[in-house]
């Protein structure tokens, strides 16, 4: 399972941008709406990064707008 996050600037790892990362625990998604700020965790391995911990982000809790 997959999920698509656009992301702000990763200091020293990755610049912003869109992305889809593999979701090592599926159950990790359930409490999450599509267009929900998030904070989540990545685990690099040599073939990919798996989403590994995720959270709404309350500072920002309005969700975004889908864009036309």
Do not use: N
């Amino acid at each position: 399972r997959r999920v698509v996050i656009a992301h702000d600037d990763i200091p020293g790892f990755m610049r912003a941008m869109t992305m889809s990362f593999e979701v090592r625990t599926p159950a990790l998604l359930e409490k999450l709406t599509p267009g929900a700020r998030v904070r989540f965790t990545l685990e690099k391995t040599e073939q990919t990064l798996y989403l590994v911990a995720v959270e709404k982000d309350e500072e920002q809790a309005q969700p975004l707008a889908a864009q036309p």
